[in-house]
């Protein structure tokens, strides 16, 4: 069985990593949000078809 010692530590390492966590983002204030503009990237067009076939031997 786990000692009172371990319990203690195993709780007081499960608080602090919670409070790291969460304590940030409570105190971190007003979000800023900002919209990213994106430029239009235009698709890559297709390559012309040539009149050239490739036949596999079976």
Excluded: W
């Excluded at 371990?6 to 966590?21: E, F, M, S």
């Excluded at 800023?32 to 031997?57: Q, S």
């Amino acid at each position: 069985m786990a000692s009172k010692f371990q319990n203690r530590l195993v709780g007081t390492v499960v608080l602090v990593a919670l409070g790291v966590i969460i304590l940030p983002g409570l105190l971190d204030g007003k979000k800023k949000h900002y919209e990213d503009e994106f430029a239009a990237i235009p698709l890559v067009p297709k390559p012309a078809m040539r009149g050239r076939t490739t036949r596999f031997r079976r």
